[in-house]
């Protein structure tokens, strides 16, 4: 992994900006399409998104998925602050959550709590029986705020490229 990363920006010139765009859009995207519509020949654009991934502007692909079709329709985030505030609970609280296959995210903040948690469950009873039987188990959580989704107005993971 690339330990300067405001220098590796210098490195992206307008067709690997395309090419990352068009990857966000389509990571299924063969290598001929993506040539042409990068105008680029499949041989030197399969070059560039090689050196892409080597350099760590492509961390990886994934499929979305319909969370309605797989039974965790319901979205929340959740405010967790912790009892104490020293690295050996931020260490305990991270490997924990890290094991809990219903959260999505988790994030370190600045402000009135510790860390947000971004979680999908079946319904407002398995977020109960999440929150009680792991969320609350962690070792060092003081507290919680929970907010559930009732309408996602955006949910995107394109990151936005100039």
Do not use: W
Request: aromatic fraction near 6%; include cysteine.
């Amino acid at each position: 992994m690339i330990n300067n990363y405001s220098n590796c920006l210098l490195m992206l010139d307008k067709i690997s900006k395309r090419i990352l765009a068009e990857l966000q859009n389509d990571g299924r995207i063969s290598n001929v399409e993506l040539a042409t519509r990068v105008n680029l020949s499949p041989a030197a654009c399969l070059e560039r998104v090689r050196k892409l991934q080597e350099s760590d502007y492509i961390l990886g692909y994934t499929a979305q998925l319909n969370p309605h079709l797989l039974d965790v329709a319901l979205l929340v985030f959740i405010e967790v602050v912790l009892d104490r505030t020293t690295p050996d609970v931020f260490d305990a609280f991270k490997r924990g959550v890290q094991a809990i296959p219903e959260v999505l995210e988790c994030h370190m903040v600045a402000g009135g709590f510790d860390y947000l948690v971004k979680a999908r469950v079946k319904d407002m009873n398995a977020y109960r029986d999440f929150l009680g039987k792991s969320l609350l188990q962690l070792s060092g959580v003081r507290e919680t705020h929970t907010y559930a989704v009732m309408e996602e107005v955006k949910n995107t993971t394109a990151l936005p490229i100039k």
